[in-house]
């Protein structure tokens, strides 16, 4: 009886040991985060901890001025830093599969040499080169008789600063996303329209970027969430300075739970963070849906 009933529901069974296992890795992390954004989890207080309800949230949109310009922040980071590297991506992508140049390889693996180091040890070497007394790439620009920059050191110029950091790590659009299984087709379709006449300019904008359309969603969808989670490049640069003027909305929630000990409210603000994330993948899905369609 054991055995026929094992049979006849094998596909239930034998998947789920993963699934208990994702479970307690995802689900059980995300539920517990949950139930503390409701309540007044600190440990710099004496009192019980408390069910207050939406108390963390209400406080959060009305009466937290850094959680509202964390959000900003973390906007201009992650539509900046996608920006760059959608279009180093794109043009790398196209020099390196398009084009049959001496040297190829050489440039192939100097392009890939971010994903040979760790975001914390390409922080540090980054942080040196910004460094405004002694830092290298302020010495290129007196060399060159050019205005040198704070960089990081500046309320103006650390959010910027951080965006070409975080592009020079993320610059690279993975082949697999690229129009390796269309090459062909795009092939001909260059073919026929240079007989017609058309210039390099419309082969890109009429052939190329339509085609790539919806692999440049998924794309950029991958570096949104990627981006927009960034925590470790600006915490070894910066830790959200100069003041707060690089502070997202995962530092602040770092802040508020390690610095302050309010693990409650530092929860509450990751389950926005979240909310955020999981608005912004539908709506992509939409946009690539339609892309496709």
């Known amino acids: 009886m054991i055995s026929k009933w094992i049979d006849r529901n094998e596909r239930l069974i034998f998947p789920l040991p993963a699934l ?5 890795l995802m689900i059980f992390p995300l539920g517990y985060t949950i139930w503390n954004s409701f309540t007044n989890w600190t440990l710099t207080s004496r009192q019980p901890t408390t069910f207050v309800s939406l108390a963390n949230y209400l406080t959060l949109f009305t009466n937290d001025k850094r959680f509202i310009a964390s959000i900003g922040r973390t906007f201009y980071f992650t539509i900046g830093a996608i920006i760059f590297q959608m279009i180093i991506g794109v043009a790398s992508g196209i020099l390196l599969d398009m084009k049959d140049y001496r040297g190829k390889r050489v440039v192939n693996s100097i392009l890939l040499l ?20 002694t830092g290298v790439l302020n010495y290129l620009l007196r060399v060159l008789n050019l205005p040198t920059s704070t960089w990081l050191a500046g309320n103006a110029s650390v959010l910027p600063s951080l965006i070409i950091l975080d592009t020079w790590e993320g610059r690279r659009l993975s082949r697999s996303l690229h129009w390796q299984d269309c090459r062909s087709c795009l092939l001909n379709r260059w073919e026929s329209a240079r007989i017609d006449g058309a210039t390099s300019w419309q082969l890109f904008w009429k052939i190329t970027l339509p085609m790539l359309r919806p692999t440049l ?58 909310a955020i994330v999981m608005a912004v993948v539908y ?8 892309a496709v369609d």
């Open 20 to 24: 208990l296992f994702i479970a307690l």
């Open 217 to 274: 969603i998924a794309a950029a969808l991958l570096r949104f969430i990627d981006c927009f989670k960034t925590f470790d490049i600006i915490y070894a640069t910066t830790g959200g300075g100069p003041g707060f003027s690089s502070e997202t909305l995962n530092i602040y929630a770092y802040q508020n739970a390690f610095y302050y000990f309010k693990f409650g409210y530092a929860s509450s603000i990751l389950i926005i963070f979240f």
């Open 283 to 290: 709506l992509v899905n939409l946009l690539q849906k339609g």
């Open 114 to 133: 971010p994903m040979m180091a760790t975001p914390v040890a390409i922080a540090m070497v980054w942080l040196l080169i910004y460094e405004p007394s």
